[in-house]
């Protein structure tokens, strides 16, 4: 299949589906269009609430595209490669609309930034969650302000610096980043669907306070994730960066 990223509203809910053949891993081109139709949906006065999920039976998503990163050459390329995510994030804390994260299967550095940003975020047990960006000589440092948010500065910590680990699903709900965990797929849509349609008859407006209640703080975070961004593109050009990405691609 082909990489998209699609959405559709019914009964007050939009669905927002993103899709690519390497276990969903995000190119440039999907994050803009990602955070494109999460402010489109924010912005519509059809939706009431908006669920975000991932195509697919295995990954929710692998995080930014490994092929792009190899392929970075200056500062201007790794600035805009690393602010993919920073404008998905902050597409979901400026969304008017709660938005629900729908996680079916492991989660790699971005996507943890996805499932952290997300006001309610519901996993089945297959949603293991993992920060391995030191292993090739960055760091989480745009999504780390959405999952410390959640998490707190110590969970983050943890899995940042144990950079090769896996935290199973039930870790991240005892830790707050996710809200619920299901044993099935099945059964974690029709929580998900049974939430949803609660909130598309719930005050639109008393949402959208609510929402910018939630999310007090964050203010400077436009400007905050691009220089957290830049960090990364910086360290990308670097020797020990480049060796290990070259020693990842020899595996």
């Known amino acids: 299949?082909?990489?998209?990223?699609?959405?559709?509203?019914?009964?007050?809910?939009?669905?927002?589906?993103?899709?690519?053949?390497?276990?969903?891993?995000?190119?440039?081109?999907?994050?803009?269009?990602?955070?494109?139709?999460?402010?489109?949906?924010?912005?519509?006065?059809?939706?009431?609430?908006?669920?975000?999920?991932?195509?697919?039976?295995?990954?929710?998503?692998?995080?930014?595209?490994?092929?792009?990163?190899?392929?970075?050459?200056?500062?201007?390329?790794?600035?805009?490669?690393?602010?993919?995510?920073?404008?998905?994030?902050?597409?979901?804390?400026?969304?008017?609309?709660?938005?629900?994260?729908?996680?079916?299967?492991?989660?790699?550095?971005?996507?943890?930034?996805?499932?952290?940003?997300?006001?309610?975020?519901?996993?089945?047990?297959?949603?293991?969650?993992k920060l391995s960006e030191l292993t090739i000589g960055i760091g989480p440092f745009v999504v780390g302000p959405a999952v410390e948010r959640k998490v707190g500065i110590s969970a983050f910590m943890q899995m940042t610096i144990n950079a090769t680990e896996f935290y199973t699903a039930q870790w991240a709900k005892e830790k707050g980043l996710f809200a619920e965990v299901s044993t099935t797929t099945d059964e974690m849509d029709f929580s998900i669907n049974s939430l949803a349609n609660k909130l598309s008859n719930y005050n639109p407006d008393a949402m959208k306070h609510m929402k910018h209640v939630s999310w007090e703080g964050t203010e400077n975070w436009d400007q905050l994730l691009l220089d957290r961004a830049k960090i990364s593109g910086e360290l990308v050009l670097s020797e020990f960066t480049k060796k290990a990405i070259n020693q990842f691609k020899a595996k």
């Open 1 to 129: 299949m082909d990489a998209y990223v699609k959405s559709e509203i019914e009964n007050g809910i939009g669905t927002i589906e993103f899709f690519h053949p390497q276990s969903n891993s995000m190119p440039g081109s999907q994050l803009r269009n990602l955070a494109k139709e999460i402010k489109k949906l924010g912005n519509d006065d059809n939706v009431k609430v908006i669920i975000l999920k991932s195509g697919g039976e295995r990954a929710f998503c692998a995080g930014a595209s490994f092929d792009e990163l190899i392929s970075i050459k200056d500062q201007e390329t790794g600035l805009e490669f690393f602010s993919g995510f920073a404008h998905v994030i902050n597409a979901i804390r400026l969304a008017p609309k709660f938005v629900i994260a729908r996680i079916h299967g492991k989660v790699v550095g971005g996507g943890v930034g996805i499932a952290a940003a997300a006001d309610y975020t519901f996993a089945t047990e297959f949603a293991a969650v």
